[in-house]
C-alpha cells in the first residue's frame, strides 16, 4: 500500500499512528471506508461522532426526523440552534466542522424496502443505530443478503445492549425470529432514558465498526453485551446460528421483496 497521510493528517491520527493495531497503514483503510450509520438519534450522535473523529472517509447519515429540544438531552450533536433542522443535515454539518476529511453525505429518509439497497451500497458497514424493529429487521435482512457486517444497539431507560452482525455469523432473526406484539416495547418518549445511556452504547457500536474496518480484535460476533447503568454492569449472553433461520439458515429465502415489514416483521417459509 502506497501511503498518502499528509503532515496534518500525521498530526491529527498521530495517537493512532503510533499504536502497532492501528498504524499508518490502519488509518489509511479507515480514511478509505464507507459507514452508513441509519438513525442520528441518541445512539447515532456518538457512533457518528466518533466515527468522523477518527477519521472514517465517507460517512452516510440516514435520518427522517428533525431536531426537537427534546432530544438534546443526549443527542449530543445537535445543538439548541439545530431545533427544527432535519436531523441527517444537522448531523452532517457536525461533521464537516469536526473533520475535514471526513466525507459526509446526509440522507433525509425513513429507510424501507423501497431505498435500502441504494441506502447500504457499497457499504464497508453499517451501523443500526434506529429506534424501531421494522428497520432492525429490514436492515438485518438486507445486510446479510449483501454480505454487509452490521453493527446493532438498543437502548431502555437505563439500560442497553449491542451485537455485530458479520456475513457469516448468526443474524439478528437467529437472536429474535420476530418482533414483539406492537405497544408491548415502549419508546423513550414515553418512559424516558438515562442522557448518558446512549453515549455508551453508541460508543461501543462505533469501536465494533472500527475494528471490523481494521480486521483487529474480536467483534460481538454471536455475542449480546447487555448493559446496565443503574448496576455498572456488562454481560455477555452467547448465541448461535439457527440452522431454521428463515434468513441466514438452509432453504431461507434470499430477497426482501416478499418481506413484510410491518408489526411481527416474522417470515413464513410455509
Known amino acids: 500500500m502506497t501511503l498518502s497521510l499528509d503532515a496534518t493528517q500525521l498530526d491529527r491520527y498521530s495517537r493512532h ?5 492501528v498504524g499508518p497503514e490502519g488509518q489509511e483503510r479507515l480514511l478509505s471506508a464507507r459507514v452508513v450509520v441509519v438513525g442520528a438519534g441518541g445512539l447515532g450522535a456518538p457512533a457518528i461522532e466518533y466515527l468522523a473523529a477518527v477519521g472514517v472517509g465517507e460517512l452516510v447519515v440516514v435520518d427522517d426526523d428533525v431536531v426537537e429540544r427534546s432530544n438534546l438531552q443526549r443527542q449530543v450533536i445537535h445543538r439548541d440552534d439545530d431545533v427544527g433542522v ?10 464537516r466542522g469536526l473533520n475535514p476529511d471526513v466525507s459526509v453525505e446526509p440522507v433525509e429518509a425513513r429507510v424501507d424496502k423501497s431505498n435500502v439497497h441504494e441506502v447500504v451500497a457499497s457499504a464497508d458497514v453499517v451501523v443500526d443505530a434506529s429506534d424501531n424493529f421494522p428497520t432492525r429487521y429490514l436492515l438485518n435482512d438486507v445486510c446479510r443478503f449483501e454480505g454487509i457486517p452490521l453493527v446493532h444497539g438498543a437502548i431502555y431507560k437505563f439500560e442497553g445492549q449491542a451485537t455485530t452482525l458479520v456475513p457469516e455469523g448468526p443474524c439478528y432473526r437467529c437472536l429474535f425470529a420476530e418482533a414483539p406484539e406492537p405497544g408491548t416495547v415502549p419508546d423513550c418518549a414515553t418512559t424516558g432514558v438515562l442522557g448518558v445511556l446512549p453515549g455508551t452504547v453508541g460508543c461501543i457500536q462505533a469501536t465494533e465498526a472500527m475494528k471490523i474496518l481494521l480486521d483487529e480484535g474480536e467483534v460481538l460476533d454471536g455475542r449480546l453485551l447487555f448493559y446496565d447503568a443503574m448496576d455498572m454492569t456488562f454481560e455477555t449472553v452467547p448465541y448461535r446460528k439457527n440452522p431454521d433461520c428463515p434468513v441466514c439458515g438452509e432453504g431461507g ?18
Open 17 to 21: 499512528i503510533i499504536m502497532d493495531e
Open 86 to 95: 432535519a436531523k441527517a443535515e444537522s448531523a452532517a454539518a457536525f461533521v
Open 253 to 270: 429465502v434470499d430477497s426482501i421483496e416478499d418481506i413484510d415489514y410491518v408489526e411481527s416483521c416474522a417470515i413464513s417459509l410455509d
